[in-house]
T-cell receptor, first 114, second 113 residues
Framework: GAVVSQHPSWVICKSGTSVKIECRSLDFQATTMFWYRQFPKQSLMLMATSNEGSKATYEQGVEKDKFLINHASLTLSTLTVTSAHPEDSSFYIC??????????FGPGTRLLVL | GDSVTQMEGPVTLSEEAFLTINCTYTATGYPSLFWYVQYPGEGLQLLLKATKADDKGSNKGFEATYRKETTSFHLEKGSVQVSDSAVYFCALSEGGSQGNLIFGKGTKLSVKP
């Protein structure tokens, strides 16, 4: 079946640094990818919709200058957490699909900011 | 706004027991409803879905019926196995898309042999 990969699977960084997370569709092209954030024991919250070749659409309350999204190709979207702080520590998950009606989720990236 | 409420876990069952995980939703329109499963160390996988009222989604012995009158989409399985141990998420999406999903908080299921 379709596979979506994320890299890295986990990352630890110092406060103030930036971290880039990649989301790749391995056997299909995706014009749209979605980024979610999951806090411990809580549901996934949609952060933004990543659109190939255009600007991402952010959900209310998500800082677009804090969470930079780049969807430079039909198989890759990146989420950059800029000037990361401890409160940004979380589990970040992407989804992608050949169609919006069918989405496959990546395994997630666990970020810990010290 | 739209929301999903599912029963809190964790849920612990013995093998071959009957499973029900309750899920109710609030939506302004006519959403599609989904159940996702997350096995340890893996990404979310679509388990089943229903796109309109009275539809029944089913997969791997799991079932859920879209009940518009009670705004519910409860997940059931008649006989659980140890391999069903995972976290289950109820979700909705407007317009049939699996993008822009609104998730419940997830219910962790542990099945003991």
């Amino acid at each position: 079946g379709a596979v979506v990969s994320q890299h890295p699977s986990w990352v630890i960084c110092k406060s103030g640094t930036s971290v880039k997370i990649e989301c790749r569709s391995l056997d299909f092209q995706a014009t749209t990818m979605f980024w979610y954030r999951q806090f411990p024991k809580q549901s996934l919250m949609l952060m933004a919709t990543s659109n190939e070749g255009s600007k991402a659409t952010y959900e209310q309350g998500v800082e677009k200058d804090k969470f930079l999204i780049n969807h430079a190709s039909l198989t890759l979207s990146t989420l950059t957490v800029t000037s990361a702080h401890p409160e940004d520590s979380s589990f970040y998950i992407c989804s992608a699909g050949p169609l919006r009606e069918t989405q496959y989720f990546g395994p997630g990236t666990r970020l810990l900011v010290l | 706004g739209d929301s999903v409420t599912q029963m809190e876990g964790p849920v612990t069952l013995s093998e071959e027991a009957f499973l029900t995980i309750n899920c109710t939703y609030t939506a302004t329109g006519y959403p599609s409803l989904f159940w996702y499963v997350q096995y340890p160390g893996e990404g979310l996988q679509l388990l089943l879905k229903a796109t309109k009222a009275d539809d029944k989604g089913s997969n791997k012995g799991f079932e859920a019926t879209y009940r518009k009158e009670t705004t519910s989409f409860h997940l059931e399985k008649g006989s659980v196995q140890v391999s069903d141990s995972a976290v289950y998420f109820c979700a909705l999406s407007e317009g049939g898309s699996q993008g822009n999903l609104i998730f419940g908080k997830g219910t962790k299921l542990s099945v003991k042999p």
